[in-house]
C-alpha cells in the first residue's frame, strides 16, 4: 500500500474520484452547469491529456525514465520542457480542474490547490534535488530558463 502512495496517478484518480461522489452525492446547491462551463472543462481535460502525451513522448525519444523516484539518464529541456518543468504535473492538475467542472462539483475545486501543493512536496521538489545532484550545472541554466509550472 505504502509504494501506490508514491505514485503520482494514485493521487490525481482520488481526488478526481473524491471530485466525482461529491458532485453526485452532496452537490451543496452549488452549480456551474452551462454550456460555456462544459466547453472550458473539455478544453482544460484536452490541454491536461495534451501536456502528458507531450511529456511521455519526450522521455520515450530520450530513453529515460518517467517514474518519480527515479533519477533520469538525460535531463529533458527542448519541446514541452522548454515550456515547463512539470507538463505531467501541470496536465493532471488541469485534468482535475476540468473533471471537476465537468462533474459540476464546484466545492470541490478547492481540490486543485491542494492537489497542486501536494505533487510538488512529495514529488516535484525531491525530483528536482535529484536532478540538481546529477545534471549539476545544466540543470541549474534548466531551471533558471523555465519555470517549474508555466
Not at 12 to 24: E, S, Y
Not at 91 to 111: E, I, K, M, Y
Amino acid at each position: 500500500m505504502t509504494n501506490l502512495l508514491h505514485i503520482p496517478p494514485v493521487w490525481l484518480v482520488t481526488c478526481v474520484f473524491l471530485a466525482w461522489c461529491q458532485g453526485r452525492y452532496f452537490p451543496l446547491g452549488m452549480s456551474v452547469d452551462h454550456p460555456l462551463t462544459h466547453a472550458m472543462a473539455g478544453l482544460m481535460i484536452g490541454a491536461g491529456l495534451l501536456l502528458i502525451m507531450a511529456a511521455l513522448l519526450a522521455f520515450w525519444r530520450n530513453k529515460t525514465t518517467v517514474i518519480p523516484h527515479q533519477t533520469p539518464e538525460r535531463l529533458i529541456t527542448d519541446g514541452i520542457f522548454a515550456r515547463t518543468r512539470n507538463p505531467i504535473y501541470l496536465g493532471d492538475a488541469l485534468l482535475l480542474a476540468g473533471l471537476t467542472l465537468r462533474f459540476d462539483a464546484v466545492p470541490s475545486l478547492v481540490l486543485v490547490p491542494i492537489f497542486v501543493w501536494w505533487i510538488e512536496r512529495q514529488f516535484i521538489v525531491p525530483e528536482e534535488d535529484r536532478m540538481r545532484r546529477t545534471f549539476k550545472a545544466e540543470f541549474a541554466r534548466y531551471e533558471q530558463k523555465v519555470r517549474r509550472w508555466v
